[in-house]
């Protein structure tokens, strides 16, 4: 039977691109949906081009209702998968899917996460402590920011001389790569 996924992002939306791309032509996985907080998030262009639906929602329908949990379950979707979302999945959505809400952070969790940790803040961070390494989390959505149990982590070094941009550079090079890979083997169950 067909996988469904639903993504969500709020930004650029370039990690639902990979994963749309990598699941390009297969006939038992479709990305059902793209979700969006914000009007403006790139993702939506991105969306257009590649013929999946957006929904985009505001916050007192995503908070205060359970309207988006009630249309992912009619939509029978398999896998929530949170690329670059940043606001916090409500208590009731999470129950629903329990286990089938991963979320990436640009960072080796337990590190650098939490609420306001996101994108370029989170490389300002990393570069600001001298750290020699950062990279990527895919991990499980509970109901606190960035704490769901981790399912993978990669690498990568991180030089004196690096800037926060460099360092998101590398990061997002690790994100394209295992991203859509790890969304698969999570689909699947292996
Ligand atoms: C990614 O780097 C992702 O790890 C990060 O947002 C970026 C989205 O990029 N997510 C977080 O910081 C979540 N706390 P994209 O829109 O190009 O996929």
């Not at 959505?141 to 460099?166: H, K, L, R």
């Amino acid at each position: 039977m067909k996988k469904r996924l639903a993504l969500f992002a709020s930004g650029s939306g370039s990690n639902a691109e990979k994963i749309a791309d990598h699941f390009a032509g297969r006939e038992d996985v479709e990305i059902s949906l793209i979700l969006s907080n914000n009007p403006k998030a790139g993702v939506i262009e991105r969306a257009r081009r590649l013929h999946i639906p957006v929904l985009l929602f505001d916050r007192p329908t995503f908070y205060q209702t359970d309207r988006i949990t009630e249309m992912l379950q009619n939509q029978q979707i398999d896998l929530i998968v949170l690329a670059g979302f940043l606001w916090l999945m409500p208590a009731s959505l999470v129950r629903a899917f329990d286990r089938r809400i991963v979320n990436i952070h640009p960072a080796l969790l337990p590190k650098y996460g939490g609420k306001g940790m996101y994108g370029h803040f989170v490389h300002e961070a990393v570069v600001a402590a001298g750290e020699a390494e950062s990279g990527i989390t895919i991990h499980y959505v509970n109901e606190q920011y960035d704490e769901g149990a981790v399912i993978f982590q990669a690498s990568c070094p991180v030089q004196p001389t690096d800037t926060p941009e460099d360092v998101a550079r590398h990061v997002q090079v690790l994100e394209h790569r295992h991203f859509p890979e790890i969304v698969e083997k999570v689909l699947f169950g292996n």
